[in-house]
């Protein structure tokens, strides 16, 4: 699977480690930044992230940030795109299974890097149920 990953300086860390997961579990990752932990903003990388999965580019998309909350506005932003703010393995899994999320968003300052593993772990192996989440999801798009 191709998978893009990107975030902010509060997620650089995270981003390297889960950028390895995947790597060793024989994904593709396309790494839209940031490059250290210096301070950036993070629209600069969530919305090229975006557009690479709203296009197809890639698969999926995983942004990290501080809270999750900024990264998930901006890919959101994009009318191909649902981000999703998961902070358990749970929600990561819902959030493909009832919501078709094509972005997952975590919040590098409020779960360990252990539980941010098994969120994404959980995103990556659930599918779409489609059924009656389709005709929701299929409600979202404004255009």
Excluded at 6 to 29: C, P, R
Excluded at 107 to 122: H, M, S
Aim: charged share 20%.
């Amino acid at each position: 699977m191709k998978i893009a990953i990107g975030g902010d300086h509060a997620g650089f860390t995270y981003k390297l480690v889960i950028t390895e997961m995947l790597t060793l579990q024989g994904h593709e990752v396309a790494d839209f930044g940031p490059s250290s932990e210096a301070s950036v903003d993070y629209p600069d990388h969530a919305h090229p992230l975006a557009a690479s999965v709203e296009k197809g580019e890639n698969d999926l998309g995983i942004l990290i940030c501080g809270s999750g909350n900024g990264v998930a506005i901006t890919a959101n932003k994009h009318q191909g795109i649902r981000a999703a703010l998961c902070w358990n393995e749970e929600l990561g899994s819902l959030a493909r299974l009832h919501n078709n999320a094509n972005v997952l968003c975590l919040p590098a300052r409020f779960v360990d890097i252990e539980l941010a593993k098994k969120i994404v772990t959980a995103f990556l192996t659930a599918q779409f149920e489609g059924g009656r989440h389709q005709n929701r999801v299929s409600k979202i798009a404004c255009a």
